[in-house]
């Protein structure tokens, strides 16, 4: 069933956008998926994936079974072996074992910044071979569905960011700096430090890049991490570890666990991590800061909005990328687009037909709209209803569930949908918590605005508790100067072509007004996460001859 769910055209055509060297080594490493233990399109529930975990250097299951069902057809189809609190020990052993001042610094075993490059090239053009790339991306879609284009693209950000740390890069992340002293003999030295043990969870919505993005950072400062990835798409990341091993990664340096909740936060309290970088909800984020004592770095929640400026232009263009933001992986990305304010201009043109055009064009055989695999089907209709009880508001398309499916009532399955609320309306206190709800599946609000209410718009975003992704869509630079100065969204995009989503390996993707913010994929993010500032003061003399010992101060 799986196989006709996603076109064999696509597949073909992204295959051969792939350079000529992949094509060769393609063709060379015939046992390239000699690390895996799974075929993606083979996982049935008459045929079960199991998945294990790592401790200390070794793969182990437990008797503690969790079945995870088909997003597509409810079938038990991945039986994964969880900790429960009785098994954690080996895990706070582990963690405990490694130092404060971790398994590589500067000044200690720095050929691990060697090895970890190497590791890291390995990976790269593992993951750049075609039957490689297109294990990921539909092992991917089997327990994330979304399209084949979505799904690969997280492997293409993988594959480049781990070109991106090739060779001598890892080691210039712990690169120092020198300052001169009051007198001869003395430099301060600034350094880059780990944190030593750590801990990551990282959510279901991108089993792939999330966990490796910041795995990698967390080794590459060199601390010891233990990771959780959501047990619903913990699959492929045991899978991506298993390549890792096979590129030269000590098994003995990441410990990889699967439990609920309950029994990380166990862990997490028994092992006590110097440091735990948390992407998920808010509600667990705002929990681990209180029980970790503030050792956290969080990338939680996003509402994240979209302005459209005064100057119409590029209609259709406009049009297709609010409908990416908006709809792309079932709006199952913290960076889609949940509200979006039109200038008063272009509620005049077609943007709002043509957005539904484009969101009617998705469908469930393609996956461009499929499960949603935390908010059910009941949840976001009686969110829809509720809004559509605020004076003046109006459903724009969709509000239904979707038809002829076999998803699960576990999960969620409804049309593309927006609502349209006024800004009057949005901006009262008994409405406004409501609208900027989060719903983590394919839905948004849509509003306009005048010139004259441009600062009420600010007003609003202002009061929005997470900051993460926006975008200020115009070619006015004094319209992007008034925006930009007056919010905080730690990535937001600016111009013409501005977007909510996309988290690609060459540019920061995090929020901003929060000291616990955390971020992914640049050399900054890697530092600012995973590494602390240490000073080293370098005094070694000489005494000046004449010196004598001074008075008491």
């Not at 994964?80 to 500067?106: A, M, R, W």
């Not at 080794?219 to 030269?248: F, T, W």
Request: charged share 20%; aromatic share 8%; net charge neutral.
């Amino acid at each position: 069933m799986f196989k006709l769910l996603v076109s064999r055209a696509t597949k073909d055509s992204i295959s051969r956008s792939h350079n000529a060297f992949a094509t060769f080594a393609f063709s060379r490493f015939a046992h390239s998926l000699s690390f895996a233990t799974i075929e993606a399109e083979e996982i049935s529930g008459s045929k079960p994936a199991e998945v294990l975990n790592l401790v200390q250097g070794k793969w182990l299951g437990s008797s503690n079974c969790n079945t995870v069902v088909d997003p597509l057809n409810g079938d038990s189809f991945i039986k994964v072996s969880e900790i429960d609190e009785t098994g954690i020990q080996p895990f706070v052993e582990s963690l405990s074992s490694c130092p404060k001042h971790g398994v590589h610094n500067p000044f200690k075993a720095p050929e691990r910044y060697l090895m970890l490059g190497d590791v890291s090239t390995k990976a790269a053009h593992m993951l750049s071979l075609p039957k490689v790339s297109d294990f990921f991306t539909r092992l991917i879609q089997r327990v994330s569905p979304k399209s084949y284009q979505q799904a690969f693209a997280e492997v293409y950000v993988t594959q480049k960011f781990l070109e991106n740390f090739c060779g001598d890069q890892v080691r210039f992340l712990a690169r120092s700096f020198g300052v001169p002293g009051n007198h001869l003999g003395q430099q301060s030295h600034g350094f880059r430090w780990p944190y030593g043990p750590v801990a990551i969870i990282t959510p279901f919505n991108f089993p792939l890049e999330i966990p490796v993005l910041q795995l990698m950072g967390a080794l590459y400062m060199g601390n010891k991490p233990v990771l959780k990835v959501d047990s619903k798409v913990s699959i492929v990341m045991e899978q991506m570890l298993r390549l890792l091993h096979a590129c030269g990664l000590p098994v003995e340096d990441v410990d990889f666990i699967n439990s609920d909740g309950k029994t990380m936060n166990k862990l997490l309290m028994e092992a006590n991590p110097r440091m735990t970088l948390f992407t998920g909800s808010s509600r667990v984020a705002e929990k681990l800061a209180l029980d970790l004592k503030g050792r956290v770095k969080l990338e939680d929640a996003g509402f994240d909005w979209k302005i459209l400026g005064p100057d119409v232009q590029q209609e259709d263009y406009i049009a297709w990328v609010c409908d990416q933001d908006a709809y792309a992986c079932s709006g199952q990305k913290c960076s889609a687009q949940s509200l979006l304010f039109m200038h008063e201009n272009w509620s005049k043109t077609s943007l709002l037909s043509k957005l539904k055009d484009l969101a009617q064009r998705r469908k469930l055989e393609d996956l461009t709209i499929g499960p949603v695999l935390t908010v059910t089907t009941d949840t976001m209709l009686e969110h829809t209803n509720k809004l559509l009880e605020i004076p003046g508001s109006k459903l724009l398309f969709g509000g239904s569930p979707l038809e002829n499916h076999s998803i699960p009532s576990i999960y969620g399955a409804i049309k593309p949908t927006a609502v349209y609320v006024p800004l009057e309306e949005i901006m009262k206190d008994r409405n406004f918590e409501l609208v900027t709800k989060e719903i983590f599946g394919p839905f948004q609000v849509i509003t306009d605005y005048k010139n004259s209410q441009l600062s009420v718009v600010l007003d609003a975003v202002e009061r929005m508790h997470n900051h993460l992704t926006a975008a200020v869509v115009s070619s006015d630079p004094l319209f992007l100067q008034e925006v930009i100065g007056n919010t905080v969204n730690g990535t937001t995009y600016a111009g013409l072509r501005a977007r909510t989503t996309g988290a690609p390996q060459n540019h920061w993707f995090g929020p901003a007004g929060d000291a616990r913010g955390a971020g992914i994929g640049t050399p900054e993010a890697i530092k600012l996460v995973w590494s602390c500032h240490r000073e080293i003061i370098y005094d070694v003399g000489p005494v000046p001859k004449d010196w004598k010992i001074p008075p008491s101060t």
